[in-house]
């Protein structure tokens, strides 16, 4: 069981993913930032009972949370998780430290629930996108207005603002009567607009797996809004 408390809303950040390469629209991201962690260590475990590290391993920086699983033992019960860090747009290194320290807070379950996000796409008429020499920009600052959660901590309800207006609002649907086929699966966001099936998993041309984050994106691209592969092939 984990025993780190769930995310709230001011505790979650959105970032720019994707601008539609017709700028129809953009898709965001969910994430937390290494404060987060550190105040979620502090709360949970206190502050004597969690530390950190960093280690090259083959030029690769990874990053470590170690936590005492058992203050109160004499021993204690020392557990450390490790995970690799990627560069930010802006600082490398501090950006690197940042996020292998945040992988590693996932590994022991801190913010977990965010792998559960749907996809969120903004439309072009509830954000501003720029046009400059072909290419198109958003400098929007979108926020977790409310975030809702299920029985199993996966994310059942969620609204982004932009300026103080919700700009994407998903809400869980009433239990059914009856469960969807297993054929037919309802991944979270993931639904195709036209038939209501839940996108399912597929392999490109070059034999290549094909995410279904992946794959709605380019939907939206292409189609303005997601669509299955069945009604890609009846025209959309």
């Not at 590693?104 to 996108?129: N, Q």
């Not at 038939?195 to 380019?218: F, I, M, Q, T």
Request: aromatic content about 10%; hydrophobic content about 35%.
């Amino acid at each position: 069981m984990n025993m780190f408390r769930l995310l709230r809303a001011d505790e979650i950040e959105c970032r720019i993913s994707q601008i539609s390469k017709t700028g129809k629209g953009l898709s965001l991201l969910l994430y937390k930032t290494a404060r987060t962690d550190a105040n979620i260590l502090d709360e949970t475990v206190g502050p004597e009972n969690w530390e950190n590290d960093f280690k090259l391993v083959d030029g690769v920086l990874y990053g470590g949370i170690g936590i005492n699983y058992a203050p109160n033992d004499e021993l204690g019960k020392w557990v450390w998780k490790w995970d690799a860090g990627t560069e930010s747009n802006t600082e490398a290194e501090k950006g690197r430290a940042s996020d292998a320290f945040k992988r590693a807070g996932f590994k022991h379950g801190i913010g977990r629930e965010l792998y559960t996000a749907p996809f969120i796409w903004i439309k072009s008429s509830d954000c501003e996108i720029e046009e400059r020499n072909g290419k198109y920009f958003c400098n929007d600052r979108f926020e977790v207005g409310a975030i809702e959660y299920d029985d199993k901590e996966n994310i059942s309800g969620l609204i982004i603002l932009r300026d103080g207006k919700p700009v994407f609002e998903m809400r869980q649907k009433p239990a059914e009567p009856i469960a969807p086929r297993p054929t037919e699966p309802r991944p979270n966001g993931f639904i195709c607009a036209k038939c209501g099936k839940g996108l399912l998993p597929y392999n490109d041309s070059n034999g290549k797996p094909v995410s279904l984050r992946a794959h709605a994106e380019r939907s939206m691209n292409k189609f303005g809004k997601v669509l299955c592969l069945d009604c890609i092939k009846e025209g959309g």
